[in-house]
């Protein structure tokens, strides 16, 4: 008795994610060009963050913002906070602090310091000051974003052509 025996290989195993990736991949792409562009678009941001050892008789803080950044001129001050950043501390353990000031502009330069308000109505601006530079960023973000598009837009249209016949 013959046996028949089928000689031809079996189709080598494709997981989900390699049968998806032809269309996922241009997908996902687009959305990160996406993100990067609406990030080129968005105002930038400094976050100052400060501590405390402790805090008798604090009420909370304000904190100024003097464009320049330099320390060696006079520059005007503006009180960057609407309200009162009030104290979280206590007089045994401080606080952990944090503000991001939106009203910058990219490329520019930036001094900051923190006033204290104690629960008496004293004010002390602290000597300390926080210089900032705030990076131009957008034209890196534009071009990555930019970049991304045109290669998920060309994945996309490649992904949609029929497969070529084999011989």
Do not use: C, H
């Amino acid at each position: 008795m013959d046996r028949i025996v089928d000689r031809t290989p079996p189709e080598a195993p494709v997981s989900r994610i390699g049968r998806l990736g032809g269309k996922v991949a241009p997908a996902v792409l687009l959305l990160g060009a996406i993100y990067l562009l609406a990030q080129a678009g968005r105002p930038p941001q400094v976050t100052v963050s400060w501590e405390t050892g402790s805090e008798q008789d604090l009420a909370g803080f304000n904190l100024y913002r003097a464009a320049g950044g330099d320390e060696t001129v006079a520059a005007p001050t503006v009180q960057v906070n609407r309200v009162m950043i009030p104290a979280q501390g206590s007089s045994v353990d401080g606080g952990r602090y944090r503000y991001a000031d939106d009203q910058v502009r990219y490329g520019g330069r930036y001094r900051y310091q923190i006033e204290t308000l104690d629960r008496s109505g004293g004010r002390e601006r602290l000597p300390e000051a926080i210089a900032v530079v705030v990076p131009d960023q957008r034209a890196l973000l534009l071009g990555e974003g930019l970049a991304a598009a045109v290669l998920a837009l060309f994945l996309l249209r490649r992904s949609r052509r029929p497969p070529a016949a084999r011989s």
